[in-house]
């Protein structure tokens, strides 16, 4: 059975931190690639950060030099959240993608999904 299993998320003060993981189980890891994306009310759901099998990542342009993405061979992958802003609220959803490729930012093209975990950043 396969599982992503977010846990981190809270409310935080803007310029605050949080670190989200994502917990793997039911499938090869190691072959695939890993994503995170994020869900404002109101709003559709948008790449946040992914992550190859390797070490290369991708990120949106409204976190990049604030967050980062990583993963570790026994099936965790990380989303460390620096100088948070309340723009960054919303549901943190952890996902995975077969035929993944640096880059990939469409979610219909990722296979499993996670339950989400929520962010809240106070001004």
């Known amino acids: 059975q396969v599982q992503l299993v977010e846990s981190g998320g809270g409310l935080v003060q803007a310029g605050g931190s949080l670190r989200l993981s994502c917990a793997a189980s039911g499938f090869t890891f190691s072959t695939y690639g890993m994503a995170w994306f994020r869900q404002a009310p109101g709003k559709e759901r948008e790449f946040v950060a992914s992550i190859t099998t390797g070490t290369a990542s991708d990120y949106t342009a409204s976190v990049k030099g604030r967050f980062t993405i990583s993963r570790d061979l026994k099936g965790t992958v990380d989303l460390q959240m620096n100088s948070l802003k309340p723009e960054d609220t919303g549901v943190y959803y952890c996902?995975?993608?077969?035929?993944?490729?640096?880059?990939?930012?469409?979610?219909?093209?990722?296979?499993?999904w996670g339950q989400g975990t929520q962010v809240t950043v106070s001004a």
């Open positions: 996902a995975a993608a077969k035929r993944f490729y640096s880059g990939l930012r469409l979610s219909r093209e990722y296979d499993y």
